[in-house]
């Protein structure tokens, strides 16, 4: 291993411990108000140490939702190898099946996803990892769109189902509901005995049958 790529390497598990410390102080609770200095308490840095390897507080939270978008698509490939010879619809639903395990195994990874996909993604620029965000989004269109496509021709999905109004749909969808289990939670169990869980699930279920050949 040549020098340059250890120390990008020491970089990049830095970067990584200090994401993990704010995974950890969202689990106690506390992630509305967490300050640098407590990132940096529950990291075991000093403070200096954080601003070395981030530009400040957004730039932290933006990485968290770049790493959720990895989480994401690691999770759709390992179950796109587990059947090959999936459907385009069965495919397309995989998006279903992952986002309410995000949302289960981790909550955190949904409330940045709600945060994030509401922002003008010019906001981006001045942190330094615009470029990667959007490659997140776009490598997530193309997802939709080939799945679409792969279930138009195979008969799984509707032969009347444009394809980019499609991936608008799921955008939307995505965009809509993680946004209502995170900021409507209350409501959802008061008034409709819903758990977060439960309204992500039956949504995403409900929804996909608009794509489902009949």
Do not use: H, W
Not at 164 to 175: D, E, N, T, Y
Request: aromatic letters at 10%.
């Amino acid at each position: 291993m040549t020098k340059s790529i250890r120390k990008k390497k020491d970089i990049e598990n830095r970067r990584n411990e200090i994401l993990d410390a704010v995974e950890r102080i969202y689990e106690q609770g506390t992630f509305e108000t967490v300050t640098m200095d407590e990132i940096a308490k529950e990291a075991e840095f000093t403070k200096q140490t954080l601003y070395a390897y981030f530009k400040g507080k957004d730039e932290i939270m933006a990485s968290i939702y770049v790493r959720a978008a990895n989480k994401i698509n690691q999770m759709i490939k390992a179950k796109l190898d587990e059947k090959e010879s999936m459907t385009g619809y069965e495919k397309l639903d995989l998006m279903r099946i992952v986002f309410t395990e995000i949302a289960v195994k981790k909550p955190f990874y949904t409330k940045m996803m709600s945060i994030y996909q509401l922002k003008d993604l010019r906001e981006f620029k001045n942190l330094g990892i615009y470029d990667e965000i959007l490659a997140k989004n776009a490598n997530l269109s193309s997802y939709m769109s080939d799945c679409i496509s792969r279930g138009k021709l195979d008969g799984s999905i509707a032969s009347t189902v444009d394809v980019q109004s499609g991936v608008l749909f799921l955008k939307a969808l995505i965009l809509g509901t993680v946004s209502m289990v995170v900021y409507n939670e209350e409501y959802l169990r008061q008034e409709l005995d819903l758990t977060p869980f439960d309204s992500l699930r039956n949504i995403f279920e409900f929804s996909m049958r608009a794509f489902q050949s009949k």
